[in-house]
């Protein structure tokens, strides 16, 4: 289980929302990349230095610090979409190799290198950004219905990423929400939501509110 690349994003204008530009256009870097905790959201702050979320309201924070999706999916999307998809095409910071990442668990801890880890907060919930950028209609019905969203995570202990580095899960919780489930119950599947309540404080926090308010 490694990195592949670790990917920070440029601004772009965007077209498909009421905003001016977006970070969503991810290229891979060479050479160390510092993750740090970037504090509450609302700011634009992420994880990965150079990176920013232009979005604030639906995107940076704690518990979106940094994004994760596994090459494997994006090779199956390739075939699928009968077209290249280089890494960072869908907005992740890191691409990895060998990582189930829509198995992992929310609460999942990982060690990406020697000095950081980071932990499995919540599954990425597609946007019209997402959908514009790739330019396929119906992206985002089609994005959640294979319930192969990638994991957003919080970082735990900060340090420097680069390409290649190994990825060690080093602790699991003891429960089955996985972030294909919840995306699922986020989404497409709101009876689902009681099942999330066994993840507790790892929870995104917009998602332990939901949970509050609806009594799951």
């Not at 704690?62 to 994004?67: E, L, N, P, S, W």
């Not at 932990?119 to 396929?136: D, K, M, N, Y």
């Not at 599947?189 to 799951?216: F, K, V």
Request: hydrophobic letters at 40%.
């Amino acid at each position: 289980m490694r990195v592949l690349t670790v990917n920070v994003g440029r601004p772009q204008p965007n077209p498909w929302k009421r905003l001016p530009t977006t970070g969503i256009d991810k290229r891979p870097v060479e050479g160390l990349v510092a993750v740090t905790a970037p504090g509450p959201k609302g700011a634009g702050d992420v994880g990965l230095a150079g990176d920013r979320a232009h979005d604030v309201r639906h995107h940076g924070g704690t518990d979106q610090a940094v994004y994760a999706y596994a090459r494997e999916d994006l090779d199956r999307w390739a075939a699928e979409l009968d077209r290249p998809l280089p890494n960072g095409v869908f907005g992740e910071n890191l691409t990895t190799e060998g990582l189930d990442v829509n198995g992992a668990l929310i609460g999942e801890r990982w060690r990406i290198g020697r000095d950081v880890v980071l932990e499995v907060s919540a599954p990425r919930i597609p946007c019209v950004t997402f959908e514009g950028r790739l330019g396929v209609p119906g992206w985002i019905k089609r994005f959640i219905a294979a319930a192969v969203p990638g994991p957003y995570l919080r970082v735990i202990e900060p340090g420097d990423v680069r390409a290649g580095d190994p990825i060690a899960i080093v602790s699991r919780p003891d429960h089955d929400v996985t972030v294909a489930l919840a995306l699922r119950a986020l989404t497409s599947e709101p009876e689902l939501l009681p099942r999330l309540a066994p993840a507790g404080d790892a929870l995104h926090a917009e998602t332990r509110d939901l949970l509050r308010r609806t009594g799951s």
